[in-house]
Nanobody, 123 residues
Framework: VQLQAFGGGLVQPGGSLRLSCAAS????????TGWFRQAPGKEREGVSC????????YYADSVKGRFTISRDNAKNTLYLQMNSLKPEDTAVYYC?????????????????WGQGTQVTVSS
């Protein structure tokens, strides 16, 4: 069971990035999947999550209207489209999967984690 996140990088304020999270060894569609981030000196926080059974999604207030979570079941890959990026979005971003029905952004509920990808928003 493995999750591999990639797509991070350096982007100017107002720019966009798309993060990808490829799963192997299990089917993402069976899981609640989410994105989290951790900035230096701060706790890991939930950014967004989705539940495949009904398409429900959740976004943290800080990213609502700017970020979009999606999944390609054929590719077994989770995405996070990030637009209108701000310097405060700078962090290491992680993808995670939870085997269960509850749509939650509590990182302690998640079973599997990717290794993280750095996103830096700076001019």
């Amino acid at each position: 069971v493995q999750l591999q996140a990639f797509g991070g990088g350096l982007v100017q304020p107002g720019g966009s990035l798309r993060l990808s999270c490829a799963a192997s060894g299990f089917t993402l569609d069976d899981y609640v999947t989410g994105w989290f981030r951790q900035a230096p000196g701060k706790e890991r926080e939930g950014v967004s999550c989705m539940r495949s059974s009904d398409g429900s999604t959740y976004y943290a207030d800080s990213v609502k209207g700017r970020f979009t979570i999606s999944r390609d079941n054929a590719k077994n890959t989770l995405y996070l489209q990030m637009n209108s990026l701000k310097p405060e979005d700078t962090a290491v971003y992680y993808c995670a999967a939870l085997l269960g029905a509850g749509l939650t952004i509590d990182p302690y509920e998640y079973d599997y984690w990717g290794q993280g990808t750095q996103v830096t928003v700076s001019s």
